[in-house]
């Protein structure tokens, strides 16, 4: 299972630093994704970076503000956030993709969601 943290409340133009941290196995191997789920919306695609060579993709709505690495070493995947807008206020999880196209923004093709981390984004 996989545990975000790191979110919270930040006025618009702030930064926050989430972290997706693994327990009780490695995902190393793993290609790694951050989603978000707003209140009444689905949850769509934020982020994603494989295991070998750390290659990225973005959603549009966050590419150049938005950047995902991760440390095999720490077992761990961030998604630093800069220039936050409200627009970004959600729930932030990260997740492995086990089946599809490397970078697929489809959520059904990634497991091990666990509890989420509240991100708010005040005007």
């Known amino acids: 299972q996989l545990q975000a943290s790191g979110g919270g409340l930040v006025q618009a133009g702030g930064s926050l630093r989430l972290s997706c941290a693994a327990s009780?196995?490695?995902?190393?191997?793993?290609?790694m994704g951050w989603f978000r789920q707003a209140p009444g919306k689905e949850r769509e695609f934020v982020a994603f970076?494989?295991?070998?060579?750390?290659?990225?993709y973005y959603a549009d709505s966050v590419a150049g503000r938005f950047a995902i690495s991760r440390d095999n070493a720490k077992n761990t995947v961030y998604l630093q956030m800069n220039s936050l807008k409200p627009e970004d206020t959600a729930v932030y999880y990260c997740?492995?993709?086990?089946?599809?196209?490397?970078?697929?923004?489809?959520?059904?093709?990634?497991?091990?969601w666990g509890q989420g981390t509240q991100v708010t984004v005040s005007s």
């Open positions: 970076i494989t295991w070998s060579d750390g290659r990225t």
């Open positions: 997740a492995v993709q086990v089946r599809g196209v490397e970078g697929s923004r489809n959520p059904s093709q990634y497991r091990g």
């Open positions: 009780g196995r490695t995902f190393s191997s793993y290609d």
